[in-house]
């Protein structure tokens, strides 16, 4: 029996990437004012790079912290053009503003409204947003993220951390994401039940197989309650 749910957010609840388009052009303009080399230097996608090589080269060991590691780019960043890299914290905090700013697939909200009529909702993410500063909040009992926890998706470990954290065993707890091997694979290794949230229409390719496979959030709840 279900007792308790476990959401993803990015690419769940809302696109991801006009969230970080609108971001990294936040912190561009930020840039451009404030470290103008930095800016002409480091456009968007040579700083993804350096983010990418901090994660595979310097730090690998926080790659579970995506803010971390882009605060750190940015730091690098700064340091490379002789501009002072303490300029990364105020940079970071214009990024992770506009992080914040989602716009929600259109049956986010009325699925979570009918799951947390019958369950508590936990989220369960590797990304940098916040439940309550992206206007959600009082749709969950709580989140855990990867930076919390050190530990990314889809290992168990995390699985683990969101049900103590709700107080259900992993065979009580339904996990809902879009990722087949980061949310589905990491879910069922976990000992939990898993919805594929499938909206692309894309076969299934991943290792087991998901409880459910979802065209769209409304088909879970109607899932659940017997519906279909």
């Known amino acids: 029996m279900i007792r308790a749910i476990t959401i993803d957010l990015d690419e769940t609840l809302w696109p991801v990437a006009p969230v970080i388009a609108k971001a ?13 080399v930095v800016a002409e ?16 080269q310097i730090e690998p060991h926080r790659q579970s912290d995506m ?9 690098h960043a700064l340091h490379a053009v002789g501009d002072d890299p303490a300029k990364a914290h105020e940079a970071y905090a214009v990024f992770d503003a ?3 700013e989602v716009e929600l697939f259109a049956d986010a909200i009325p699925a979570l409204i009918a799951l947390g009529a019958r369950y508590p909702i936990l989220a369960l993410s590797n990304g940098t947003a916040d439940i309550h500063r992206t206007g959600l909040g009082h749709h969950f009992v709580g989140a855990v993220s990867a930076a919390e926890i050190g530990i990314s998706k889809p290992d168990a470990r995390i699985f683990h ?10 065979a009580e ?6 990722d087949p091997l980061l949310d589905v694979e990491g879910a069922l290794a976990a000992g939990m039940k898993a919805v594929w949230l499938n909206r692309s229409g894309a076969a299934w390719r991943g ?8 065209n769209g959030l409304a088909d879970i709840p109607k899932w659940l309650v017997g519906d279909t």
């Open 24 to 36: 990294e052009a936040a912190l561009v303009a930020w840039m451009r004012a404030n470290a103008p």
């Open 41 to 56: 230097r480091f456009p968007p996608p040579v700083m993804r790079a350096l983010r990418d090589e901090i994660i595979t």
């Open 67 to 75: 803010g971390h590691v882009r605060r750190t780019a940015i730091a």
């Open 98 to 100: 506009a992080r914040q």
């Open 161 to 170: 951390a969101a049900c103590e954290r709700l107080g259900y065993v992993p």
């Open 173 to 178: 707890v339904l996990h809902i994401g879009d």
């Open 207 to 214: 290792t087991g197989r998901p409880d459910r496979i979802a």
